[in-house]
């Protein structure tokens, strides 16, 4: 397994695809499969079967998965999307920012 640059709640910003240039928050990362769950990115139609919980049944609009590859970390002091550094702070691995150099959280 490798590590991956991104993190739950991490803000991103997807490089392509249909919803190019959109931002938000990550729900989700799917570790085996390389992919994440983006709140607002890659909006998809799924019917469900009546159930106890939706009783009425239908179309319900959620999020799918989007790879990996295909998002970039936000910069939090610059807002911009920026490539991610691991290092290796005693024990604790440390992520930082390669346009500013800030240490994310």
Same mark, same amino acid.
């Given at each position: 397994m490798s590590k991956l640059h991104?993190?739950?709640? =991490?803000?991103?910003?997807?490089?392509? @695809? @249909? =919803?190019? @240039?959109?931002? @938000?928050?990550v729900l989700k990362v799917l570790v085996e499969k390389n992919r994440a769950i983006v709140e607002g990115v890659n909006i998809v139609s799924k019917s469900m079967k009546p159930s106890a919980k939706n009783p009425q049944g239908g179309f319900v609009k959620q999020e799918a998965s989007i790879h990996i590859s295909n998002l970039s970390l936000i910069d939090p002091k610059s807002g911009k999307p920026t490539r991610v550094a691991i290092k290796h702070e005693g024990k604790n691995v440390v992520r930082i920012s390669k346009k500013s150099g800030e240490v994310i959280k």
């Open positions: 991104i993190r739950k709640n =991490d803000t991103v910003v997807v490089l392509s @695809g @249909g =919803d190019k @240039g959109k931002t @938000g928050k």
